[in-house]
């Protein structure tokens, strides 16, 4: 009897332990995999800042327009805008072209690499694939941008203003059609609206940021426009203020004006949704009426100020779901 108890009392014994052993494991396990779990939310927080920094220092007109968007979409436009100032930052951050390749090629495989689902450990490239698992985003759309990017390394100026805009439709405008699919929409008159846009936005950009460039004496200004007009790249670098230098910025921004009021002419027929990615025409719009208050001098000291009123105002046409 007593040794039929001491049986039963081993068995119970090596089967606690048992037990035990199998709890700890389990235990430890799951240790594990909520410190792995909290390290990559963690890492994911880290990218989401990283991303959303950048964007707020170097393109803050799309930092307030992609805070207005729906919440679903608001993280992925910072991804793409984060993406797209890493290229646009490449031109003017190298001192040789060879060096500006090199990165650009980085960027192409990065893109391969985040459609086969692994990315580089890289924050923007991480919260790019993010948005491309959530979106299904057109892998097109950002090698197309890419591509016109490493091309403009050629640091010369715009022969026509055909070709700024060819540039514009390929940056600018790829851009706008994955934020449109950030936002669920697919339709024809929202893509002919966002290549308008897309268009006005380069160009504008292109003019805007005239004064800086002619400070590190660069001129891209389209050069039939300044034949046109007699105005020479020296003049623009000299910081001339003449007629015939307001004349160039005149044609120029009368072609961004056109792109806009294309872009509009698609208002009825685009979807409600769509509106929210095409923000920035209140930022271009901005930028136009300012250059015309100053006479069309691209050098006037007025167009050196931020708007203060320009968040307001994004705000309002988001509400009012117009652009």
Known sequence: ?????SVKHGLLSRRTSLFLAVHRHISASSVCLNRAENSAHKAARV?????LDLVRSRDYDG???SLLLPVEARRSSLALRAFNVELAQVKDSVSQKSIGLMRMHFWKTAIEEIYRDDPPNQPVSAELWRAVRKHCLTKRWLLRIITEREKDLDDRAYRTLQELEKYSENTQSSLIYLLLECLGVTNVHADHAASHIGKAQGIVTCLRATPYHSGRRKVYLPMDICMLHGASQEDFIRGSREQNMRDVAYDIASQAHVHLQHARSFSHNVPEAAN????????????????????????HPSLKKRNPLLPIQLYLRSWKKSY
């Open 1 to 5: 009897m007593a040794a039929g108890v």
């Open 47 to 51: 990218n989401e800042k990283f991303c």
């Open 63 to 65: 930092f307030v327009s």
């Open 276 to 299: 929210l990615a095409f923000l920035q025409t209140v930022v271009l719009e901005d930028y136009l009426q300012r250059v015309r208050r100053a006479d069309f001098d691209v050098f």
